[in-house]
């Protein structure tokens, strides 16, 4: 099976999940991309489409790539900076299903926090009511991810996908 995996990623997080699933991959017939660098979309079986979560999307980068694919299998895979509970990643998702066509199949998504930057530190600021302690906290428990556990928990998706 012809595995891609097309990522973008600003600080690194989404990168670092990308290469784990890279590398868990089985065979050689895979590719790894950066959405912002690749020319064109690699033809792939199996397309595994990561995305730091910004503004509470996925960037039209990634939505551009969704949009290209057509009658194609999916797994999403995303950094965050805040909690990646449940609901949170249940609520991205439904932010996130609308750019996949309705002929192409979404096989999961996996979510895990990513180290917090200073840019996301003001966007929270700006875009939240969260209190400076409550601020600090969430900067805090962002700051140790993506963290071994995360890792064990994206192998086990990337199994889970590919069956
Ligand atoms: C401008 C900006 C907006 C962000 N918006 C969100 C958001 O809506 N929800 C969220 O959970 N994290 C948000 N983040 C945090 C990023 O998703 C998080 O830091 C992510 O791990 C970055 O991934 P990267 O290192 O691959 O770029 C935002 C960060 C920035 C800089």
Same mark, same amino acid.
């Given at each position: =099976?012809?595995?891609?995996?097309?990522?973008?990623?600003?600080?690194?997080?989404?990168?670092?999940?990308?290469? !784990?699933?890279?590398?868990?991959? %089985?065979?050689?017939? /895979?590719?790894?991309?950066?959405?912002?660098? =690749?020319?064109?979309? $690699?033809?792939?079986?199996?397309?595994?489409?990561?995305? %730091?979560? /910004?503004?509470?999307?996925?960037?039209?980068?990634? =939505?551009?790539?969704?949009?290209?694919? @057509?009658?194609?299998?999916?797994?999403?895979?995303? &950094?965050?900076?805040? %909690?990646?509970? +449940?609901?949170?990643?249940?609520?991205?998702? !439904?932010?996130?299903? %609308?750019?996949?066509?309705?002929?192409?199949?979404?096989?999961?998504?996996?979510?895990?926090?990513? /180290?917090?930057?200073? /840019?996301?530190?003001?966007? *929270?600021?700006?875009?939240?009511?969260?209190? &400076?302690?409550? *601020? @600090?906290?969430?900067?805090? =428990?962002?700051?140790?991810? $993506?963290?071994?556990? +995360?890792?064990?928990?994206?192998?086990?998706?990337?199994?889970?996908?590919?069956?």
């Amino acid at each position: =099976m012809k595995y891609a995996v097309i990522y973008v990623s600003d600080t690194g997080n989404t990168k670092e999940l990308a290469e !784990n699933i890279f590398v868990s991959l %089985p065979g050689n017939d /895979k590719v790894i991309a950066d959405a912002r660098k =690749m020319t064109e979309l $690699p033809e792939a079986e199996l397309y595994f489409i990561g995305f %730091p979560v /910004k503004n509470r999307t996925c960037g039209i980068e990634i =939505m551009n790539v969704l949009e290209e694919l @057509d009658g194609a299998n999916i797994a999403l895979f995303a &950094s965050c900076g805040l %909690p990646a509970n +449940d609901k949170y990643k249940q609520y991205i998702e !439904n932010i996130i299903r %609308p750019w996949i066509n309705d002929d192409c199949r979404c096989l999961g998504f996996y979510l895990c926090q990513g /180290k917090a930057s200073e /840019k996301f530190r003001e966007w *929270l600021e700006a875009e939240t009511n969260y209190s &400076s302690d409550e *601020l @600090d906290r969430i900067v805090e =428990m962002a700051s140790e991810h $993506p963290n071994d556990d +995360d890792i064990d928990k994206l192998y086990g998706f990337v199994d889970s996908v590919i069956g």
